[in-house]
T-cell receptor, first 113, second 112 residues
């Protein structure tokens, strides 16, 4: 059974640019969550999608957005990048039955210069 | 607001030297407490779920326990391959959102 796949694994952007990250969940999983991980703040919840609908949203500015497609694949977008957006962005999938047992991808490492 | 505090932030052990990691939590009704392991440059890997005080789970050299206010991850006779960051997360039973709140983790290094 394939795990959660995130692309790209590494990327470098400059301030003001935008970035799109992709996540393919485990087959059969309908819930996809996104997290930002930094050394100073730890794992911070961005948003969660289930059946193409955003069910929960964390405390991040509107520059952070996401969506989910009918095949459960998800993308997140960050516009007008700031230096502080440099982080590891993690996608996690679950069966969606309100479980806290998450299956994470290896993450996308974003560096903003 | 749900809070999770993990201690110590970092722990260095010699191979075979048993120890415990702590996860203290504040949550309005606990639905579940989760332990994850994260290796450098990778995403967290699920280890255990604990649901009620007194519950224990074991996996190889790891044993997780739960009380009403905290959880411990006991590591017995650790090996260098146990080196990783261990994350604790809690899920509230009420409030509508079941999104887990994560602690900042304990970085464990086991020296051979």
């Amino acid at each position: 059974k394939a795990g959660v796949t995130q692309t790209p694994r590494y990327l470098i952007k400059t301030r003001g640019q935008q970035v799109t990250l992709s996540c393919s969940p485990i087959s059969g999983h309908r819930s996809v969550s996104w997290y930002q991980q930094t050394p100073g703040q730890g794992l911070q919840f961005l948003f969660e999608y289930f059946s193409e609908t955003q069910r929960n949203k964390g405390n991040f500015p509107g520059r952070f957005s996401g969506r989910q497609f009918s095949n459960s694949r998800s993308e997140m977008n960050v516009s007008t990048l700031e230096l502080g957006d440099s982080a590891l962005y993690l996608c996690a999938s679950s069966s969606g039955q309100d479980t806290g047992e998450l299956f994470f991808g290896e993450g996308s490492r974003l560096t903003v210069l | 607001e749900d809070q999770v505090t993990q201690s110590p932030e970092a722990l260095r052990l010699q191979e075979g030297e048993s120890s415990s990691l702590n996860c203290s939590y504040t949550v309005s009704g606990l639905r579940g407490l989760f332990w994850y392991r994260q290796d450098p440059g990778k995403g967290p890997e699920f280890l255990f779920t604990l649901y009620s005080a007194g519950e224990e789970k074991e996996k190889e050299r790891l044993k997780a326990t739960l009380t009403k206010k905290e959880s411990f991850l006991h590591i017995t006779a650790p090996k260098p391959e146990d080196s990783a960051t261990y994350l604790c997360a809690v899920q509230a039973a009420s409030g509508g959102s079941y999104i887990p709140t994560f602690g900042r983790g304990t970085s464990l290094i086991v020296h051979p």
